[in-house]
DNA sequence: CCTAGTTACGTACAACGTACGTAGTGCGCT
DNA sequence: AGCGCACTACGTACGTTGTACGTAACTAGG
């Protein structure tokens, strides 16, 4: 209980190598390339420190010399695919340009499965994340606003997309872990909804389940989301 | 592996009582309530099955007859809490009565910090949720528009409520648990991002923290975003 | 009344994060 | 040059979790 962590020990501050003892046999771009993978590939409940430990071709505790909690893993992981964005030169429309990093995050988290879950509670100033803050900001020159406004721009363009995306997952992996089709599933949902709804107690839900029967068009909500929160800085 | 459920499983599609067999010493009310309290009182981790048991006064697998997952129990606490939602007679002015209730999820997710962690993934179709849910179309009924863009509003402004939300708790439970205040935890990141950003490779990012020093306005910044996200709809 | 379905609960298991102890290794200092 | 210490590596072990399973008691419907 004595010497252990006074400070915030964010993972971003301690050095990857001191100089002292052995080399390490891995570098922090190794292990969380493992873990991305494993998430990838098989969930990010699959990501455990066995596992991890075990792609990587080492003991499990060995993990604990590069990695002291798995919280830090975790911000590892997210930084790793941070590293996946593209940035370019800023057009001089920043409107266009945001709705671009809007798509390519959400492409991103497309491809990573697991970031919404990660990213929900608070997303936190790795390496990768700072240099995406940067050019969200450069996007953002030709918008005449104080800094402050524009970081709630682009923590709100963010939110919405990390929202937004985490429900579309959410709502693929219940159609594919289900051994029934997505209109099964729709039938199933009017019928429960139905049954509640026929009490009468609930009059404009009944009538906008009767409104729009066929399946949710989910890029287009994305879209039209996207623009409205746009709108709303002008 | 036979007979285990071929179908969704909601758990409010199941009846609460059967009639066969020894009537059930505890109702789902009783669940729910046993498991907020300790929700609130210890955070949403010390919320297990063995704990809820113990504090109904029962042994930990007789749960299991109530709640067949765990994430069932879930399910009935945030319906238990949806059930606080005060539902008014609609002003006609929608915009000022979503304005109503969105401060008063916020203040309902401020009572009970860990309902945004709950919400994130998706939110179910819980009883309380759907009168909710009837209460902010009562609400919409002045706004003239198709079902379709209704709930998309609705959905729009619970998003952002859960994710501004959540940000603030985890904000303020990283400054309690933490030793030092919240000006020196500012003053520590502060140093450590100037560190980075004393590189110079992210000049929009120094000057942004240049800009505004002090604390966040948390409550300014969640009123920003509402009242931005209300002007995309018009 | 009987029997089938339900409740109650103790035992048990697999999996998790991780504390701890020990052995080996190589940089920095004297 | 060589000593020492900080670091790496990793096996073992502990506490905690969700929950499968078996058994005993009980009550409504036929």
């Known amino acids: 209980m004595a010497g252990r962590a006074a400070v915030p020990e964010v993972i971003w501050s301690r050095p990857e190598r001191t100089g002292r003892g052995p080399r390490p046999a891995y570098t922090r771009a190794d292990i969380a390339a493992a873990a991305v993978r494993i998430a990838d590939a098989e969930g ?36 790793a695919v941070s590293g996946e964005h593209e940035l370019w030169e800023p057009s001089g429309d ?9 798509h390519q995050t959400r492409a991103l988290m497309h491809r990573h499965t697991w970031l919404p879950r990660l990213m929900s509670p608070v997303y936190g100033f790795s390496p990768n994340a700072l ?3 940067e050019h969200c900001l450069s996007c953002l020159d030709p918008f005449q606003a104080p800094y402050g406004t524009k970081m709630e721009l682009v923590a709100m363009v963010n939110g919405v997309v990390t929202t937004y995306v985490g429900n579309e997952i959410a709502t693929a992996e219940r ?3 289900l051994p ?10 009017i019928a429960y909804l139905g049954r ?12 906008s ?9 989910l890029e287009g909500v994305f879209e039209r989301a996207l623009t409205r929160v746009l709108d709303g800085f002008g």
């Open 196 to 207: 509640q709804v026929a009490s009468g107690a609930y009059p404009r839900l009944a009538a």
């Open 44 to 79: 990010l409940d699959a990501v455990t420190m066995r596992r991890v430990a075990g792609e990587l071709g080492c003991g499990t505790m060995s993990l604990y010399n590069y990695v002291p909690r798995k919280e830090d893993l975790y911000e590892l992981m997210m930084d």
């Open 209 to 217: 389940f009767a409104e729009d029967a066929g399946p949710i068009d």
């Open 131 to 133: 240099r995406y803050l």
């Open 94 to 102: 920043w409107r266009a340009d945001m709705i671009r990093v809007a």
């Open 180 to 189: 029934w089709s997505a209109d099964e599933e729709n039938a199933a949902r």
């Open 175 to 177: 159609t594919r872990s």
